[in-house]
């Protein structure tokens, strides 16, 4: 059987992307999230994918890689169907990958991949070791909710400066050039949470492919244990029903010691992605 394999960027045609959500349907897995689905029409996305097809023209197995941030720090996985693994067409796929990784000058890679026995063996064999776990956890939207007395939620408009002292103290200083690209691309919106105009809390909501994600939520560490989180939490929710959506979704670390926050503000835990790295020689 001979299989071609190429490697196509973003945005990928119509046809190809049709060819990718009809293997993804072979799965009861969701996988949608790995692979980045979202990014593949997406002609501002620094992306690419590999393709794996038949000589009769089936679409059996693929691979996709996108820089989250335009930091040049990329994320891939690879999806191979059913009946044809064990024939090394991942391990092709991802030298596929590792190829688009070098000609396009990467800095860094993970591999992103939701945990089981099956992709852990793949990845030591391709010479990766695991590096960290995020639980992608969703919560329903709420029709309504009230914040407490004296606190606001409200677009952030000013200099991103104003955030950095907030930003770093919660994160480190690898968060200001995540937070500088939200700030910057549309379809992302940065949110302050003020106590009495004094500021405790940011978040950023992203809009992609009709879902509602909340990411780089931060609270002061001096004002934790307040409820802010929960607070913030919650007006997540309501604005997920506001913006038309079912649901609200986020990825935290499952190290993070503010688990139980998500938990308390009904977020369930929906799968838990392993993050990989390349062993160093």
Known sequence: MNISLSIE?????SYTIQDMKQLL???EE???GVLQEASWSQPNVRGFAVLAYTEDGRLIGFATSVDIVNLHHYEW?????????RMSIGSALADGIHHGHAQRQADAQHAAFIENPDAEKFLQSLGYEPDFKEIQMAADALKEMALPEGL????????IEELEPLLVSAFDEGILPVIAFNQAEEGREIWVMKKDGELVATATLVQEEGALWLTAFAVDPSQQRKGYGKAFLLWSRYMAHVQGMEQIMLDVETANDALHVYQK???EPVQTIAYWTKQKA
């Open 265 to 267: 503000a009904q977020f």
């Open 25 to 27: 349907r072979e799965f």
């Open 30 to 32: 969701d996988y949608r």
């Open 9 to 13: 960027s973003f945005p990928l045609d």
């Open 152 to 159: 606001a939620i409200l677009p952030f408009e000013g200099p």
């Open 77 to 85: 996985s690879v999806l191979v169907h059913p009946e044809y693994r």
